[in-house]
């Protein structure tokens, strides 16, 4: 018998690191196991502490859109670490970067670059706090959009919306301006207006949850946030972290422009993608809106690695791949084809199966049919979930650990990885 030396270091790890992970779904704690350390990653693969390789459906949850080590983006961080980490002072780079975001999502006339989605979120509802001059906000059960204390909260039982903190350490009084509605629920929507609607300050939403798996807003529902924001004065904060850039080009917000003639939210919260892979996200939104942020206005915000020299070199060179020609046509056509071949794979097996997918971010599910909100998302059987999981580690694919998360497809991805995932799956659907 080898030496296991992912548990090794497992072990090793949870010594000094709580959990022996720095962020919690990491540790593979949903599904058991031993989470496998990576010792490297080469376009759509990566190798563990064994050696084993694995095809990627995380892509580091959805910053890799261009699969790891792309040549251009290798390049261009490998020529701006030379020129220096971080100064602390405006590099031209941050300029092109802000420029290149604006010019794929034009609801932002301007737009703040930070290190963390988190970071990005907070800042986004202090401003439209702070711009509105109102505390209350609404958020969507099942919605993630950071680790900020008034954003740690679930549904409170009953009727109070109030919600109450799903983290110890957050006061209630921390989350007692939040409000928290299941999403797609329309009639909760109109609900909350009547009674909050003059003092709130916002709406924050994941377009397209990719944090209850993958689940849509409906038109309807987007299209009644918009409409009741305008008619409230309150303001619409698409959190596209996760959808920016990797649903399509223009992000989420240009998937429901096509069905619902002039979109646009106020205020926009971007990561992963935009950073492709190094510490870096962003908030922007209305010239009138950032315009209340310091050193400008009354509304305070500040990073020491903000705009930092190396991300945003790998940022810009990121952006520059997903513009070119047919990139989203091709990226969609292989999420596609891995949706309709593991749909296609457990129905020949008799397993209750759906799927979504929008350019290069998926979900899957086993029902028949797709879940509206979280409560049904997390109704899942975690047994099956859990055997198709380490099924499909042990043949060597690797998707997220844990069933209310979603995946990812990159550019590096072939039609032979697509094709060897399908086969895996409908192995492990034959066995169940
Ligand atoms: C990942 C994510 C965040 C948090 O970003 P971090 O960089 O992990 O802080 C916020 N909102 C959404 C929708 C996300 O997917």
Redesign the pocket.
Known sequence: MTVDRNQTLFDRARQVIPGGVNSPVRAFKAVGGTPRFVQRAQGAYFWDANDKKYIDYIGS??PMILGHGHPAVVEAVQKALLDGFSFGAPTEREVELAEAILARVPSMDMVRLVS????A?MSAIRVARGATGRSKFIKFEG????HADALLVKAGSGLATFGNPTSAGVPPEVVQHTIVLEYNNLQQLEEAFVTHGKELACIII?PIA??MNFVRASVPFMKRCRELCTEYGALLLL?E??TGMRVALGSAQSVYAREIPGFEPDMT?L??VIGGGMPL?AFGGKRHLMEQLAPLGPVYQAGTLSGNPVATACGLATLAEIGKPGFYEELGRKTQSLISGLTAAATQAGIPFCGDSEGGMFGFFLFPELPQNYAKVMTTDNKTFNTLFHGLLDRGVYIAPALYEAGFMSAAHTDADIAETVAAAAEIFASL
Do not use: L
Request: overall charge negative; some cysteine.
């Open positions: 949850w959805g963390s989605g988190t970071e979120g919605c993630y959009h950071g994941e990719g944090n959190d972290v996760m919260v990561g992963k996200a």
